[in-house]
């Protein structure tokens, strides 16, 4: 199992330091924080140099989010707020070029400022990954008919969510939770395509490593940040 870490800002120092530690994929939260378009481009040009991998978890679930991420050179495409198969279906298929998918050619970045050669748009289609969000009851029960999908490559499961639109009062990794995980994880298995948790626990991690997911997102930037200045403050006498 792999590890990631979650930015919720274009922090090109926290980038680095991020690097130094040895951890190789970022999650990018462009959902629900302000990574400004000329931010962003810095982040996945600084990140693809330092040779780290970087998801763009977008906005909604809308085709022209992860026309714009996908434009960038971004890794992977996070889709939020997904529902069942056919109202996502536009959305996920812009993942790929077609005859595959719908996604619009642009010459750029993403295709590295150059004409696209005779095996661009197929290397493209397996190189630029899709992973619609798992956080709703709707994508829940449709998870069989999403991974069948043919511009799916796997899914990211959103756990708290998850939890609140199958009718329970929060996530806490409770036996349901875990319940409705491994359900989520065995389907990915049946299908052949991996599954993403944020795992911020030791609990959730030893489950996520058991469950046989790809990755696990162990680290998120805001956490990192209320843990070190609680630890600076509880060493300085008389805080």
Not at 35 to 58: C, N, Q, T, W
């Amino acid at each position: 199992m792999q590890h990631a870490f979650w930015m919720s800002t274009p922090n090109l120092d926290l980038l680095e330091i991020v690097a130094a530690q040895g951890l190789r994929t970022l999650v990018c939260d462009v959902e629900h924080n302000a990574f400004a378009p000329d931010r962003r481009e810095a982040l996945v040009v600084a990140a693809r140099a330092m040779g780290l991998a970087v998801y763009f978890k977008i906005e909604a679930p809308e085709p022209v989010h992860v026309q714009r991420a996908a434009d960038l050179g971004v890794d992977g495409v996070i889709i939020p707020h997904v529902g069942r198969l056919a109202e996502a279906a536009p959305t996920l298929a812009t993942a790929k070029y077609p005859p595959l998918g719908s996604r619009s050619y642009a010459a750029g970045r993403s295709a590295r400022f150059a004409p696209p050669d005779a095996d661009f748009f197929q290397r493209s289609n397996r190189a630029l990954r899709c992973l619609p969000m798992i956080e709703t009851a709707e994508a829940f029960a449709d998870v069989e008919a999403i991974l069948a999908h043919d511009c799916v490559d796997g899914i990211f499961i959103g756990p708290f969510d998850l939890a609140l639109t199958r009718g329970r009062a929060g996530y806490g990794f409770s036996e349901a939770d875990q319940a409705d995980l491994a359900r989520l994880a065995q389907a990915a298995r049946a299908a052949g395509k991996p599954w993403w948790l944020p795992a911020w626990r030791p609990a959730e991690q030893a489950f996520a490593q058991a469950q046989g997911a790809e990755m696990a997102v162990v680290a998120a930037e805001h956490d990192i940040m209320a843990r070190g200045l609680r630890q600076v403050l509880a060493a300085v006498p008389g805080a």
